[in-house]
């Protein structure tokens, strides 16, 4: 059973476009969400997180949204650029767990 | 520098034989995670441990088992039980479990990728 979704394996984006990563979630007592951001053959490193009592937060280029109606984030990166080539990974946490889970990853590819 | 050193980067093994992953942090955090990735699975939780010795089984611990004697070091044996062992392992840590999702997220490692034939 996938908590944690992330149905586009894939997504290719024109340099300077936006890029949008999406995610759902099934679980209401989710209140945590993170992206994650991972090179091959490293481990991921942190983007950008936000909590369901905001719907949006901000980091430079990156900004997560959070529709908690639709259990639905999305990470946008604007201008998207070629060492924003990797994979994304999302993740939920609530307050009745002490772990993280992730969905299974969007891989983004940002060509010239 | 602080961080989580992961070893072996590449290891090898033969079908039934147990090996044992490597981890060790320096960030003086309380709590650390296996998790094993595979193609098209994203993350998935293999064993975590609050405080030293203690852990707790992940989502997918059969065939695998945890020590944590020290702060610093969270070995996991991959034992001939896995039945799949093949994949890439990442170790990670936090500040604290309960809250390692508010106050400080996870910290991963490089990795160790075993093939197992």
């Known amino acids: 059973d996938q908590q944690v979704k992330q149905n586009s394996p894939s997504l290719r984006v024109q340099e300077g476009r936006i890029s949008i990563l999406n995610c759902d979630y099934t679980?209401?007592?989710?209140?945590?969400f993170l992206w994650y951001k991972k090179y091959p053959a490293e481990g991921p490193t942190f983007l950008i997180s936000?909590?369901?009592?905001?719907d949006k937060n901000e980091d430079g280029r990156f900004t997560v949204f959070l529709n908690k109606s639709a259990k639905h984030l999305s990470l946008h990166i604007v201008p998207s650029q070629p060492g924003d080539s990797a994979v994304y990974f999302c993740a939920a946490s609530g307050l009745n767990t002490d772990k993280l889970i992730f969905g299974t990853g969007t891989r983004l590819q940002v060509f010239p | 520098d602080g961080g989580i050193t992961q070893s072996p980067k590449y290891l090898f093994r033969k079908e039934g034989q147990n090996v044992t992953l490597s981890c060790e942090q320096n960030?003086?955090?309380?709590?650390m995670y296996w998790y094993r990735q595979d193609p098209g699975q994203g993350l998935r939780l293999i064993y975590y441990?609050?405080?030293?010795?203690?852990?707790q089984k992940g989502d997918i611990a059969e065939g695998y088992s945890v020590s944590r004697e020290k702060k610093e070091s969270f070995p996991l044996t991959v034992t001939s039980a896995q039945k799949n062992p093949t994949a890439f392992y990442l170790c990670?840590?936090?500040?604290?479990?309960?809250?390692?999702?508010?106050?400080?997220?996870?910290?991963f490692g490089n990795g160790t990728r075993l093939t197992v034939t």
């Open positions: 936000i909590s369901s009592i905001k």
């Open positions: 441990s609050q405080i030293v010795n203690d852990f």
């Open positions: 679980n209401s007592m989710f209140d945590y």
């Open positions: 990670a840590s936090s500040i604290a479990a309960w809250r390692s999702s508010y106050n400080s997220p996870l910290h």
């Open positions: 960030l003086n955090h309380d709590a």
